[in-house]
């Protein structure tokens, strides 16, 4: 059972408890707590406030900087077309990394303190409470460390003039991202692409949690054999 050995307070700071659920917490963090109410993670006021982004600061941020990269490729001369290309591609390749990490890194299996406590602040914390509408999207501060390196290895990769196009495309991809993310827990799309996607979405949480990683699109999983499978198919099954 679920807390023998230890059982989290959810009246005190999260994040320092969960890693005492040792092999528990697998299961501990996969039992939702539907609410809209954010729970708090940190005594500390200033590392609770940067656990804590409105959707809203997504495009804010992000989109100004895919403009500023997107403007150095055109400076630099890439005609409109490959322009265009480039950008594609960084979206095209956004949507593999944001399926690779979700199921890779995002759903890795921990069982150790610190493994569980890190799980838990990068997605754990999504999974046992679905609906914060404060930690849905990723901290801008956290996501302007892992767009550095990224930056640098796109420098390498691509030739110099379709770089910053590529990575503005891939950024873009990402802003899109975070905002259907946000969209498919707190919209309430009726039909569509969007009903598809939040249907997907919303089984993955509650229903399998190993399959349907993808979130602006279903391809990857079809590529890689992680569909969800239909629930009238599961049911004759």
């Known amino acids: 059972m679920v807390g023998q050995a230890f059982t989290v307070d959810l009246d005190k700071p999260l994040v320092f408890q969960v890693g005492h659920l040792g092999e ?3 299961e501990w963090v996969h039992q939702p707590i539907v609410s809209k109410e954010t729970p708090r993670f940190f005594k500390n006021d200033i590392m ?9 600061a997504i495009p804010l941020i992000w989109l100004p900087v895919v403009y500023c990269f997107v403007s150095s490729s055109v400076k630099i001369g890439l005609p409109p077309y490959h322009l265009t290309a480039a950008m594609l591609v960084g979206i095209f390749i956004w949507t593999l990394l944001e399926y690779s990490l979700h199921r890779f890194l995002f759903h890795m299996k921990t069982t150790g303190y610190w493994g569980n406590t890190a799980h838990y602040l990068l997605h754990g914390c999504h999974h046992k409470h679905p609906m914060d ?4 999207v990723f901290p801008p ?4 460390i892992l767009a550095f390196p990224l930056w640098n290895l796109v420098k390498i990769l691509a030739p110099a003039p379709y770089a910053p196009a590529m990575f503005g495309g891939g950024l873009l991809g990402y802003v899109m991202y975070d905002c259907t993310h946000y969209y498919l827990h707190h919209g309430k799309p009726l ?3 969007s009903h598809q996607l939040k249907r997907n979405h919303m089984d993955h949480h509650f229903r399998i949690q190993d399959k349907g990683y993808g979130i602006t699109s279903n391809f990857w999983d079809w590529v890689f054999g992680t569909t969800l499978p239909k629930k009238s198919a599961k049911k004759s099954s």
């Open 191 to 193: 039909k569509g692409v």
């Open 133 to 136: 509408g404060l930690r849905l």
């Open 141 to 144: 501060a956290a996501a302007a």
């Open 24 to 26: 528990a917490y697998e």
């Open 48 to 56: 609770e406030f940067l656990t804590r982004t409105a959707w809203w």
